[in-house]
T-cell receptor, first 107, second 114 residues
Framework: RKEVEQDPGPFNVPEGATVAFNCTYSNSASQSFFWYRQDCRKEPKLLMSVYSSGNEDGRFTAQLNRASQYISLLIRDSKLSDSATYLCVVNLNDMRFGAGTRLTVKP | DTGVSQDPRHKITKRGQNVTFRCDPISEHNRLYWYRQTLGQGPEFLTYFQNEAQLEKSRLLSDRFSAERPKGSFSTLEIQRTEQGDSAMYLC????????????FGPGTRLTVT
């Protein structure tokens, strides 16, 4: 079993749609959790950290369920500029990345 | 630009040759990480340093790979006797572990082994 597993995607959605990505992790001792965004041929950049209480940053909402070892990212009112690959990241002593879910937002 | 920099950005080499990549982290970031990323996959952890000490190495890091951070600032990653399977993007990231878990990535070095 992979340490971090994500929806395979790709997701193709129209502008304004709401889209949700899921991620599961295998190591229950994992300490911190993140979503990174990676544009084509660019380096990953932090989108948001994920807290147990859930957190929101504008149109983006992240949730963590430690009991189920599950992380989610919800994007509301999607924009063309949201098109990218979204990487689920789990940290124990070092960062473990999921394979990423590719999102394409179409006009 | 005070971000993470990597050099070279692209490297094409023939199988069997040795290559060396350099990473300059954000100054005062005490942790430095190396990752490898292939098409359609997320970055795979290779190794990391805290200051000049190499604290962890992935099983992915075969004997042909070696990394150094001699003065706790820049780091080098060397691949000896390259193989076609080494073709990938090699990413470097740094962070200040006194501040946050966020890692800042460099633009990567794309290696092609022919």
């Amino acid at each position: 079993r992979k340490e971090v597993e994500q929806d395979p995607g790709p997701f193709n959605v129209p502008e304004g749609a709401t889209v949700a990505f899921n991620c599961t992790y295998s190591n229950s001792a994992s300490q911190s959790f993140f979503w990174y965004r990676q544009d084509c041929r660019k380096e990953p950049k932090l989108l948001m950290s994920v807290y147990s209480s859930g957190n929101e940053d504008g149109r983006f909402t992240a949730q963590l369920n430690r009991a189920s070892q599950y992380i989610s990212l919800l994007i509301r009112d999607s924009k063309l500029s949201d098109s990218a690959t979204y990487l689920c990241v789990v940290n124990l002593n070092d960062m473990r990345f999921g394979a990423g879910t590719r999102l394409t937002v179409k006009p | 630009d005070t971000g993470v920099s990597q050099d070279p950005r692209h490297k094409i080499t023939k199988r069997g040759q040795n290559v060396t990549f350099r990473c300059d982290p954000i100054s005062e970031h005490n942790r430095l990480y190396w990752y490898r990323q292939t098409l359609g996959q997320g970055p795979e952890f290779l190794t990391y340093f805290q200051n000049e000490a190499q604290l962890e190495k992935s099983r992915l890091l075969s004997d042909r790979f070696s990394a150094e951070r001699p003065k706790g600032s820049f780091s080098t990653l060397e691949i000896q006797r390259t193989e076609q399977g080494d073709s990938a993007m090699y990413l470097c990231a740094s962070r200040d572990d006194r501040e946050s878990y966020e890692q800042y990535f460099g633009p990567g070095t794309r290696l092609t082994v022919t």
